[in-house]
């Protein structure tokens, strides 16, 4: 508890002077704070995917009760665009469209978090850390308790942008117009959950 109130104090003290949030963390060496890091920033994708889940949720389950029992009024050529119907065989009833989208979100949402690190860093062993390091032969050997990492150049630009491009994938929301129809927007969620840096790294150098 006085750790905690401690890295509160200290969170504040920071941000009155940059205006900036911090989250403090105290460990016994640095692959500790890397790993109370990378739970954190878990935590807080979670946290945002279940509010995201609990909005979509309530848009869904309002126009279930509105449309219950009628025909799917959304466009079909929207439908078509999705590329959620097999076949290419739009279901008859909002019930089936609202479910194969409630699914393909769900999909989406449970995908397992991706961290990026740079090449050349060196975070430590503990299994946390460890899927931080870059050297391969580290992380060879306990290759399926890692969590999935993307190791990048520190100046290259172009590279961090590809690769949160590829983390894309898009879900689906279900809007009621007001003549009783339905609008269906893509939108794009990342399933990175942080991207760690370190200035001084212990295989690459300063």
Known sequence: AESGLLGERLSCRLSS????????????????????????????RIKKIHELKRNLLHEFTGI???????????DPNVL???????????????????????SHNLKVFSRSPVYIALKGAFH??????????????????????????????????????????ESLQNYYTVKLTENSGLKINKKPISNIAALFVEPIQGEGGI
């Open 17 to 44: 002077v940059t205006g900036k949030s911090y989250v403090c963390i105290f460990g016994n060496s640095g692959a500790d704070a890397v790993d109370i890091a990378m739970k954190h920033s878990e935590l807080e």
């Open 80 to 102: 078509h665009q999705t590329g959620l119907f097999k076949g290419g065989i739009i279901p008859d009833s909002l019930e089936e469209c609202l479910y194969l989208i409630e």
């Open 64 to 74: 279930k009760n509105i449309l219950h029992d009628k025909p799917c009024p959304a």
């Open 124 to 165: 430590g062993k503990s299994v946390g850390s460890l899927s931080l390091t870059y050297n391969a032969d580290y992380r060879r050997p306990f290759a399926e308790l890692l969590q999935e990492s993307h190791f990048l150049d520190s100046f290259d630009k172009k590279s961090i942008e590809t690769t949160f491009k």
